[in-house]
């Protein structure tokens, strides 16, 4: 029987037969639980049930498609959700409407297992709310059979050869990123004047654009349906993988956009004890390589390093080089700046 | 001379080919999507050869298969729940004697007009001013709210063309109000009632909007489970479930014309 149904009135309605026999969910012997809420394919089945066999502790799981169902969700106040993992921007703006939980360094041993270039970072000054999970890059994924040579900077996107051959991500920050960090601006630029000189870079480039797509330019770019591609690494790092040398995944010179997943704890989650055991435990080295060895994402858990496997290790679209990662810049919350950029976009995205 | 002979042939060349096409419009993406999970290649775009693989994870994927769980659970609840009170309301609405019929009318067709983005943010802020934990419960509690829409109107077109004087004498003959509903009134709906089930599973199974505001732990749906694996890819495992469902329903549709087709003969004989 199912423990929801516990907590739903209409669900017991319904069950009165099988849920009769059930106890109130606040009684002590009921088994401790664990809410998780998470992207897809962030935690490896295997990994979850050593959680659960080695603690006791009866997880569920459950999954999002983007930061901001997670911000609905938290916001409501009867999400029962214990772990949450949002994305950089969004963590800022959860810390600020104080829905997730500050964290007792003191009870999160392993925590220096992490790798310090991924600590104290502006969403998250001195790590007090989250530690980071998984982390990875926005670049340019390419067919070596079809380009000149190889690609190295942003400027690929808007080259004439490539006509009706290049994809774009369906992504109003991210495109805007590409002509910006082009530029030498920063991501974050929110000059009003700088935004709409963008938007007409890539009004121009409409012509070369053979789709705008955030879901399947992996897909399309394996397929052959377009040859330069706008796209994250982990589904570019699978699709170069599997090529056999056709493809290959580019972080451009100029510089790409680094994003970074972070555990923390909602501050509607009622088990608190349940979700420190969890963040105990995937800062252990042994079980933060067996993470990203599952999900082929770079982890934050610089002790895990040498018990990945190598090929993704030594990876360079899953862990790109220290001169790579320099280069890199986090999205912010760009606050009321967000609006004309949306405008704009809708703006491009219109445009004949 | 044979001019409109030629001209017959020739519309129904024509018509034949429309309806090619109709049916392959319909068809290819559902075959497409059936070929392609048993695509030994991740990637959903690339023929690469034959494997049952998918289907061998699929079954060790609990996650979707969870989400397929939450879907048939939350659907059959919402039909059950949905017909139901739709079903009444449909039938109150029809006695003139209902107070402010109109309004109530109008106010039960509402959640068909709002947008969904709207109706799933509504009730999300509900639940969380009633204190109400997200749950199953409150998504099927949703899902009823959009569904009994759909119940009432196509039940409510049922009943206008219903004789009252089938009931009338019904109850002329000596039968009580529970008796003439149970066998003239709702034989007589049935098929409105059956219909607007079927929608209503339907309309259930596939949400996505409103669903995903409402739902809680435990309860991702096969809808937002596949919407959230886009971020990652989706895999041949969504096409191989999506196949087992498709055939479950082709199943069960030919299950349930063939208990149409025996009991209208055995309709008939009587």
Known sequence: MKPWILSAPLGL?????????????????????????????????????????????????????????????????????????????????????????????????????????????????????????????????????????????????????????????????????????????????????????????????????????????????????????????????????????????????????????????????????????????VLEPEIAARIVNGIHYAGANRAALPKIDEAIRNDPAIYPPQEVLDRCELLEDLGPTTELIDELWTEIKAAS | MNGPVSAGRWSRRVLAVHTAFIYLFLWVPIGVLAVFSFNTGRQTAVWRGFTLDWYHRLLANEALLAAVRNSLLVAALTTLLATVIGTLAALALRRPETPGRGGTLALLLLPMVIPEVVLGAALLTLFGALGLRLSLTTVVIAHVVFSVSYVTLVVRARLAGLDPALEEAARDLGAGPFETFRRVTLPLIFPGVAASALLVFTLSIDDYVVTSFVAGVGSTTLPLHVYSMLRVGVTPEVNAVSTLLLAGTIVLIVAAQRLMRVSSSEGDRT
């Open chain 1, 13 to 281: 309605l319904l069950l009165a037969g099988c849920g009769a026999g059930e106890k109130a969910a606040e009684a002590p012997k009921e088994p401790r639980q664990l809410n998780i809420y998470i992207w897809t394919n962030y935690l490896p089945q295997d990994v979850l049930a050593d959680f659960e066999k080695r603690t006791g502790i009866k997880t569920r799981v459950d999954t999002y498609d983007s930061n901001e169902t997670i911000l609905a969700k938290l916001q409501s106040g009867v999400a029962d959700y214990d772990i949450a993992v949002p994305s950089d921007y969004m963590l800022k703006a959860l810390i600020s409407e104080n829905l997730v939980r500050e964290l007792d360094r003191s009870r999160l041993q392993g925590f220096e297992n992490l790798d310090p270039r991924f600590l104290n970072q502006k969403f998250d000054p001195e790590n007090r709310h989250s530690i980071p999970y998984v982390w990875g890059t926005a670049g340019i994924g390419y067919d070596t059979t079809k380009v000149a040579a190889p690609i190295d900077s942003w400027g690929a996107l808007f080259d004439p050869r490539y006509k009706g051959r290049i994809l774009m991500l369906d992504d109003a920050r991210e495109a805007f990123g590409t002509v910006l960090k082009l530029q030498g601006k920063s991501l974050n630029e929110t000059d009003p004047a700088v935004l709409r000189q963008v938007a007409e870079v890539l009004k121009k480039q409409k012509a070369l654009v053979r789709t705008y797509n955030s879901s399947d330019f992996a897909n399309l770019l394996t397929a052959g349906d377009v040859d330069v591609a706008h796209g994250w690494n982990g589904e570019m790092a699978e699709a170069v993988a599997s090529s056999k040398g056709k493809l290959a995944y580019v972080v451009p010179k100029e510089g790409g956009t680094l994003w970074i997943d972070s555990v923390v704890l909602p501050t509607s989650g009622r088990n608190t004890d349940a979700a420190y055991e969890f963040l105990r435990f």
